[in-house]
């Protein structure tokens, strides 16, 4: 079965920045895109950045400029590093992997981490 455990969420200041990281494991699986999500208090899960096994990444609009992706397909991980983190960034962030056995791909999310910013 697959795994997703994310860290490095928590609480942080407006201003201030976090790096979130997710480990994907699964006997027998490799892992095609992978990305993170938020959900606000209230509100739907919405995209905040993907990035490909190659590399090629995609963010949100309100995301650009402030939150970077990068992975480390050796060890299955994917980060997200936010900085300048304001109110409206408070939210749980799940990390999502399209995680890929022969013939079949199927997207899997991890738990969620909370992060309050504090303003």
């Known amino acids: 079965q697959v795994q997703l455990v994310e860290s490095g969420g928590g609480l942080v200041q407006a201003g201030g920045s976090l790096r979130l990281s997710c480990a994907a494991s699964g006997s027998g699986f490799s892992f095609n895109a992978m990305g993170w999500y938020r959900q606000a208090p209230g509100k739907q899960r919405e995209l905040g950045a993907t990035i490909t096994r190659g590399g090629i990444t995609n963010y949100a609009d309100s995301a650009k400029g402030r939150l970077a992706i990068t992975r480390d397909n050796a060890k299955n991980t994917v980060y997200l590093q936010m900085n300048s983190l304001n109110a409206d960034d408070t939210a749980v962030y799940y990390c999502?992997?399209?995680?890929?056995?022969?013939?079949?791909?199927?997207?899997?999310w991890g738990q969620g981490t909370p992060v309050p910013v504090a303003s």
């Open positions: 999502n992997a399209r995680a890929y056995r022969a013939p079949y791909e199927k997207a899997y």
